[in-house]
């Protein structure tokens, strides 16, 4: 077959322009903004969907460089912001510790440890009693409810009951802001 100088070869962009827009537009949840799912996008979003453990954007870095070797973490970090503003992942932030991700976006609650970052999913849900109660003392019209449960996980609160049982022995660290001389100092008259 001959090709006249007319003729071009198929790029990967005239493939992707091929395809569905839905299929171009990745795995979007209803409702949520279109986003393009770029190979990297689909990397971060199949780590963190892979995921149990709701990692930090370091963590999903160095599980996706574990693949692509040549990605770097501000292409990850660019990732998860964009999959996370299309409602592909869910951002969980614990006070001072590094944001963690989840990929599981149906309802569901979580559980945080405010002593070490540590995140457990619970899937208690709330009775319609609570819900109409909800309903009721704000007057909205319930769309979503995300309950996040803040604490110390089991390891936090052993080894802070282990902390304070220390210092109650008599084992407490001596106050620094008393002058230990100016008790036994003797008073001027």
């Not at 190979?39 to 370091?58: S, W």
């Amino acid at each position: 077959m001959r090709h006249s100088r007319h003729t071009r070869r198929s790029t990967g962009r005239e493939a992707e322009s091929s395809r569905s827009g839905a299929e171009r537009k990745g795995m979007n949840e209803p409702g949520a903004p279109p986003i393009r799912m770029t190979m990297q996008r689909r990397a971060v979003l199949q780590v963190v969907r892979e995921a149990r453990d709701h990692p930090t954007a370091m963590e999903i870095f160095e599980r996706v460089r574990a693949r692509y070797p040549h990605i770097a973490y501000s292409t990850v970090y660019t990732a998860l912001n964009a999959l996370v503003e299309a409602g592909l992942v869910r951002e969980l932030r614990i006070g001072k510790h590094p944001t963690r991700y989840d990929g599981r976006t149906e309802h569901h609650h979580h559980a945080l440890c405010e002593g070490c970052g540590r995140v457990v999913e619970v899937e208690v849900g709330l009775c319609t009693c609570q819900m109409e109660a909800i309903r009721s003392e704000t007057g909205f019209q319930v769309r979503q409810l995300h309950v996040e449960i803040r604490g110390l996980c089991p390891e936090c609160r052993a080894r802070k009951e282990s902390e304070d049982a220390h210092a109650g022995s008599g084992h407490a660290k001596p106050d620094l802001d008393v002058d230990p001389g100016a008790a036994s100092a003797p008073a001027r008259g």
